[in-house]
């Protein structure tokens, strides 16, 4: 089953000064960040930000090109959690077909907010990010989710991209 999320947040992890996309379940309090790159977090940034570059950007293109092969994006799904790498899928129709695609999840987060489409992760990889393999790696888990928890809009602000 697959859980719809919105972007809580775009934030710079402090300790690794890495990206961070901080997905929350709209129907409740579950968190999930997702490391990205900084070209994907600008990306995703901009269009949160919703600043119109000169020019588009690669996930512009892919919209406008979805678009114009009379296509559209109908959701991504964040599918798979393995050896800590985030999979995922862009869900789309053209001329009344199901078309499935596989997509980094940064990339599938980019091209949603610009398709306008819904956000979703699996319940099996909701159910992975909570577990962690070792204990040593679930207690900086704990700690990490506290801290996204305990995050509140003027905190989301300072960290922002």
């Known amino acids: 089953m697959d859980v719809e999320m919105k972007i809580r947040g775009l934030m710079v992890d402090p300790s690794t000064n890495m990206p961070i996309v901080v997905l929350k379940d709209v ?10 790159g900084l070209y994907e977090a600008n990306a995703i940034a901009l269009e949160i930000e919703k600043i119109a570059p000169p020019r588009p950007m690669t996930h ?5 090109l979805i678009h114009g092969l009379n296509g559209r994006v109908e959701r991504v799904v964040v599918t798979e959690l393995k ?8 869900w789309m129709q053209q001329d009344g077909e199901t ?22 992760v699996s319940d099996q990889v909701l159910q992975l990010a909570k577990l962690g ?16 928890e305990g995050l509140n ?5 300072r960290y922002k991209m």
């Open 99 to 120: 078309v499935v695609i596989d997509a980094r999840p940064s990339d599938a987060l980019a091209l949603a907010l610009r398709s306008d489409c819904p956000i979703f």
């Open 153 to 157: 809009d003027e905190d989301l602000g």
């Open 133 to 148: 393999p070792t204990a040593k790696d679930n207690a900086s888990a704990e700690e990490m989710r506290r801290w996204l």
């Open 60 to 64: 512009d293109l892919l919209r406008n």
């Open 27 to 36: 129907n409740g309090d579950t968190l999930l960040p997702i490391w990205v």
């Open 83 to 90: 050896n800590d790498t985030f999979f995922a899928v862009v």
